[in-house]
């Protein structure tokens, strides 16, 4: 389709391309007045400006076309109706009806999954509100006041996010903790600060056999059960997984286990059960209110035409950088403490998802699929790395995510960050001349000698695209929003480019070789094979380590 056997949309990209690479976006602002308020999108509180991007109607014309050409729309209502789109995995990709607030039926293999789900929520909804009103306690009749999530990857990283995002939401006596990683250093730092009798350990594993995740695990049990005994566990761990043999082998009660299913892959699981400890912190009302978000893009994804459906045109915005102006990187900039971990979720949503070299029909692809994401809180981040997004030789379109008001209006912070992130934006398309840098400088008084040499330093390409995105608040609604924007957004890029957003294959070479190398560092294999680097590097590994 694309590559070597190009289609006919195409094509026609190619030859637009050819005559607008060139064009400013400074000019079409000037051309058209209205081009800010044309090229912007609301969908409730959520309001996405991408008319600083570089486009105009006959882009995007031909945009939409490939799009078209492409099936996206009959796409996207394959994934709402349940149809096995994760073809790799033969799956269903069904997050959508984890937030189906409307309830209508879905089908997976003629049978409705909503039933399932209802129950899933009710489930938990009963849960956390015994937590959090101390009716469930610990072992010693403690209320339970630590939250520590185990998990790794998709079980980790979205319920952290979320939480972090929605701190201001937190039960005011809870903490949340999270373990994800390997080293012991997770596990010490957090076990060193809570108290056994207060602490609910959530093991959170779709599989179950995840061996970072099983590991913490292990260690916190054993670490409950030299404070409290055996017999404290019942009241002290409960599982979120799709795997109920392993999670009763591990030890868990069935009884506390919070289940979900094969559809919901890992990265896409903090609307199920994943989301336990968002919901204990932030209260099931809350976490409702999330999922009420996430279900408002969703029928705005599947009702709305293409040419006003905000994730189809973010995605598309990316295929035109990506493919036409060779631009592999993406960068997003929440403005607000409070989502300071979006990009690290994001890192994982879209790399994981769209970072495939081999289509759905089975070759290799010969066009780039996803782009390198990164990013950071603004405007911390305006004093690190924006230095090479004003100045640098790559062009870096970037997400200024920012909400109008923040849950902490102090002074004058609020409208300073907001002044911040549009001064950003403006500055990133306006750019300045030498010419201007020059008349700048003159009227600061330079000397002529001092302006020549300065003002190529002192002066900015602009031309350099970004998209705004206005929340209203950092609330659990718009929190809904923004993250199920992004993950379709990823998906129709993913049907774009012909690629499987959802099986994730590339992480599981490591993994396997690690097995491998585990019994080296133990102590119990030698001279396995490996390349000199490897080996040396065990050799030196294992010499420093005794
Ligand atoms: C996400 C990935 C991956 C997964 C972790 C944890 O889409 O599949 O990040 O979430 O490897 O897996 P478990 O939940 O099975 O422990």
């Not at 076309?65 to 109706?81: N, P, Q, T, V, W």
């Not at 937590?131 to 469930?136: I, P």
């Not at 056999?209 to 670490?223: D, G, H, P, Q, S």
């Amino acid at each position: 389709m694309f590559g070597k056997n190009k289609s006919k949309a195409w094509r026609q990209l190619e030859s637009v391309y050819k005559h607008f690479r060139k064009t400013e976006m400074k000019d079409l602002f000037a051309q058209d007045k209205l081009r800010g308020e044309r090229y912007s999108e609301q969908l409730d509180t959520m309001l996405v400006d991408y008319s600083k991007n570089r486009f105009d109607d006959n882009v995007l014309k031909a945009l939409f076309e490939l799009a078209r050409e492409r099936g996206l729309k009959e796409k996207i209502d394959d994934m709402f109706s349940g149809k096995k789109i994760n073809a790799t995995e033969n799956r269903a990709v069904l997050h959508i009806a984890l937030r189906n607030r409307g309830n209508t039926p879905i089908y997976v293999d003629g049978r409705d999954v909503m039933p399932k789900i209802n129950a899933t929520l009710e489930k938990m909804k009963d849960f956390s509100e015994a937590v959090r009103l101390g009716r469930f306690t610990g072992y010693t009749g403690k209320k339970l006041t630590n939250i520590v999530n185990i998990g790794i990857g998709g079980s980790d990283l979205g319920p952290f996010m979320a939480c972090e995002a929605l701190r201001y939401y937190w039960a005011k006596d809870i903490k949340c903790w999270f373990i994800s990683n390997i080293d012991g250093t997770g596990c010490a730092e957090v076990l060193n600060k809570i108290d056994p009798e207060t602490t609910l350990f959530i093991v959170a594993s779709k599989t179950f056999t995840t061996i970072e995740t099983l590991t913490n695990a292990r260690t916190c049990r054993k670490w409950l059960v030299d404070a409290l005994g055996e017999h404290a566990v019942a009241k002290h761990f409960i599982a979120l997984s799709t795997n109920k043999e392993e999670v009763e082998k591990f030890g868990i009660n069935p009884d506390n286990m919070f289940e979900f299913w094969d559809f919901v892959g890992g990265r896409y699981s903090m609307w199920s059960a994943i989301g336990m400890i968002i919901a204990i912190a932030v209260g099931y009302k809350n976490f409702e209110r999330m999922l009420e978000g996430a279900y408002a893009m969703d029928r705005h994804f599947a009702e709305t035409e293409l040419e006003h459906n905000i994730p189809v045109i973010l995605a598309l915005i990316g295929i035109w950088y990506n493919n036409f102006y060779g631009i592999h990187r993406h960068c997003v900039v929440p403005y607000d403490q409070y989502l300071q971990y979006l990009p690290a979720y994001l890192q994982q949503l879209d790399m994981e998802s769209n970072g495939k070299s081999v289509t759905l029909d089975n070759k290799y692809v010969d066009y780039a699929t996803g782009p390198v994401l990164f990013g950071g809180a603004g405007t911390n981040v305006q004093h690190s790395f924006f230095q090479l997004l004003h100045q640098g030789t790559e062009v870096v379109p970037i997400d200024l995510i920012v909400p109008a008001i923040s849950h902490n209006e102090i002074g004058s912070h609020q409208q300073i960050l907001l002044a911040n992130v549009l001064a950003q934006g403006e500055a990133l398309m306006r750019g300045k001349t030498e010419a201007e840098t020059a008349e700048e400088l003159e009227a600061a008084g330079k000397p002529q000698t001092e302006i020549n040499r300065m003002k190529k330093f002192k002066s900015f390409s602009g031309n350099r695209p970004s998209t705004t995105i206005v929340l209203k608040k950092i609330d659990p609604y718009g929190l809904g929003m923004l993250v199920a924007m992004y993950e379709h957004k990823i998906y129709s890029q993913g049907v774009i480019w012909n690629i499987n957003s959802f099986d994730q294959f590339g992480v599981e070479l490591g993994k396997k070789l690690a097995l491998k190398i585990l019994p080296e560092l133990q102590g119990t294999a030698h001279n396995v094979e490996h390349d000199s680097s490897t080996s040396n590097l065990i050799s030196y590994i294992n010499k420093i380590r005794k």
